[in-house]
T-cell receptor, first 112, second 113 residues
Framework: EAQVTQNPRYLITVTGKKLTVTCSQN?????MSWYRQDPGLGLRQIYY???????DKGDVPEGYKVSRKEKRNFPLILESPSPNQTSLYFC???????????FGAGTRLSVL | KQEVTQIPAALSVPEGENLVLNCSFT??????LQWFRQDPGKGLTSLLL?????REQTSGRLNASLDKSSGRSTLYIAASQPGDSATYLC????????????FGKGTKLSVIP
């Protein structure tokens, strides 16, 4: 089954404790991206990757890092989380060109 | 910078009604437009993707239209059902290589049995 898998689904942490949210897709998609969803602000793009070792900033990249060492994986790294990064995070993937984007089920992060 | 607006923010209709959800965008230089559905606590499910060269797309009871020149798209839902209750999101692909995806804030639809 074609899918985008995020882990963990729920995470509670404390300020400053580094964490990684993993994302994996099994569709051999070139393009992957991360979004955060906040009430009243909607979905905003954090980072995207056009292919292995190629990444770029989205609209709200501050406080986040990403890497794309393998085509299937695109982890989101918060090196020093802060309470304003409490949010619902989504990973997505698609092929290049005109194609439908597939989303993971989301990771709900709370930073205390 | 691309901005996407969805009106109304919430809509409640009785079962069986036809309805229209609206989406507008500020920069008409888009590649594609995609409509999604999001159920509470769940991820996004793609409903329809309209390429910039297309005027509309249909899937079952759903029909999406695109007018690039006016910066508008509509999602038409025929014969609404309680199972259609969800938040509907409009998103536009723009920027070099169509890598940037900008979302509207969504329309929360409630279909009353």
């Amino acid at each position: 089954e074609a899918q985008v898998t995020q882990n963990p689904r729920y995470l509670i942490t404390v300020t400053g404790k580094k964490l990684t949210v993993t994302c994996s897709q099994n569709m051999n998609h070139e393009y992957m991206s991360w979004y955060r969803q906040d009430p009243g602000l909607g979905l905003r793009q954090i980072y995207y990757s056009m292919n292995v070792e190629v990444t770029d900033k989205g609209d709200v990249p501050e406080g986040y890092k990403v890497s794309r060492k393998e085509k299937r994986n695109f982890p989101l790294i918060l090196e020093s989380p802060s309470p304003n990064q409490t949010s619902l995070y989504f990973c997505a993937s698609r092929t290049g060109g005109v194609n439908i984007q597939y989303f993971g089920a989301g990771t709900r992060l709370s930073v205390l | 910078k691309q901005e996407v607006t969805q009106i109304p923010a919430a809509l409640s209709v009785p079962e069986g009604e036809n309805l229209v959800l609206n989406c507008s965008f500020t920069d008409s230089a888009i590649y594609n437009l995609q409509w999604f559905r999001q159920d509470p606590g769940k991820g996004l499910t793609s409903l329809l993707l309209i390429q910039s060269s297309q005027r509309e797309q249909t899937s079952g009871r759903l029909n999406a239209s695109l007018d690039k020149s006016s910066g508008r798209s509509t999602l038409y839902i025929a014969a609404s059902q309680p199972g259609d209750s969800a938040t509907y999101l409009c998103a536009v692909y723009s920027g070099a290589g169509s890598y940037q995806l900008t979302f509207g804030k969504g329309t929360k639809l409630s279909v009353i049995p």
